[in-house]
């Protein structure tokens, strides 16, 4: 009698407790709980390489079109927007900057309609004012000569803003990727796509400013630094596009940052150059806008910032 209650007693405190698993159950429900609570490594990296890719892009872009604004703005003004489409890059530069910003505070995957539209618009807005200003230098007497290219509206200047909506294009193309896959853009690797794109990018920006500092007359010996520093790293990124992704490139990804580092130097300088003009800053009015234009060298840091971009995917995703 006594035995029977104190097993039963023993039986009631253990009442609260799991009963002990049957022999060889125990590993099977250690294994299939490790596997419910672990995350798959491959997948978490790619999706978040990927988007921090994207978001640089999107960086890219937003100075891109900052630039452009605060350029077409100045210039524009100064042609007292005799035409009224010369609001337009104004606009559109605009809207390619606050849709970057939006972009750059995105973290998800999956290409967003409504920037999509936007990039789009700034890239047709570039093209279609590169037309514009061939027109207006052909119109005047003398067609197209260098007088009339040097002093007449800047041919690169509507490019910049195509070359912003083609950075926030590239960003979304990144971003409409499964998670977890290398990111491809029309069936190419993401990395060399955006690698080669940009190169092409700075050696025409490159142009531009390498025509206006002829102008110049290149009496300063700094101003052959933006004819000379972004091709090597136009030259670096065609490497980088057609080259092997598995190599680190440490010289590419420091010349890439001394280019960034250029554009923003670049303003100093052309900051400089206002106040050599008669009257200096107390005559900002005039000088401000018959001096170096102050904007246009951040655009050189924007698509550096995009050459940063396709390093990360390359190294990040190599295809070979």
Do not use: C
């Not at 698993?21 to 490594?41: E, M």
């Not at 047709?124 to 197209?144: A, D, E, R, S």
């Not at 294009?169 to 029309?186: H, Q």
């Not at 550096?304 to 390359?314: P, R």
């Amino acid at each position: 009698m006594s035995r029977r209650v104190l097993t039963r007693d023993r039986g009631d405190l253990n009442a609260g407790w799991p009963a002990r698993p049957p022999a060889g159950h125990g590993r099977a429900v250690t294994t299939r709980t490790a596997a419910s609570l672990s995350f798959p490594a491959v997948p978490v990296l790619g999706e978040t390489a990927t988007i921090k890719a994207a978001r640089r892009l999107n960086r890219a872009a937003g100075m891109i079109a900052g630039s452009v604004l605060a350029d077409s703005a100045m210039e524009h003004y100064r042609g007292s927007f005799h035409n009224k489409a010369m609001w337009t890059p104004l606009i559109s530069s605009a809207l390619s900057l606050a849709v970057s910003v939006h972009g750059h505070r995105d973290k998800r995957h999956g290409a967003h309609r409504g920037r999509d539209l936007v990039y789009a618009a700034a890239g047709l807005t570039g093209i279609v004012g590169t037309g514009f200003h061939l027109y207006n230098i052909t119109k005047k007497p003398g067609g197209f000569s260098w007088q009339n290219v040097f002093y007449s509206a800047p041919i690169g200047a509507p490019a910049a803003l195509s070359l912003s909506g083609l950075m926030g294009f590239l960003s979304e193309r990144v971003r409409d990727n499964e998670p977890g896959t290398s990111p491809k853009i029309a069936g190419t690797s993401a990395g060399r796509a955006v690698a080669a794109l940009t190169s092409v990018s700075l050696m025409g920006t490159m142009g531009e400013a390498g025509l206006l500092h002829f102008r110049g007359a290149y009496h300063n010996p700094f101003m052959f630094v933006p004819v000379s520093v972004p091709p090597v790293a136009a030259a670096l990124l065609g490497n980088t596009a057609v080259g092997r992704s598995r190599v680190r490139r440490p010289v590419t990804r420091w010349w890439l940052r001394a280019t960034t580092l250029m554009g923003i130097l670049g303003v100093a300088f052309h900051a400089y150059g206002v106040s050599r003009n008669m009257g200096g800053w107390r005559n900002w009015r005039q000088n401000a806008f018959n001096g170096p234009p102050l904007p246009a060298p951040p655009a050189f840091t924007g698509l550096a910032m995009a050459g940063l971009a396709a390093l990360g995917l390359l190294e990040d995703h190599p295809d070979d």
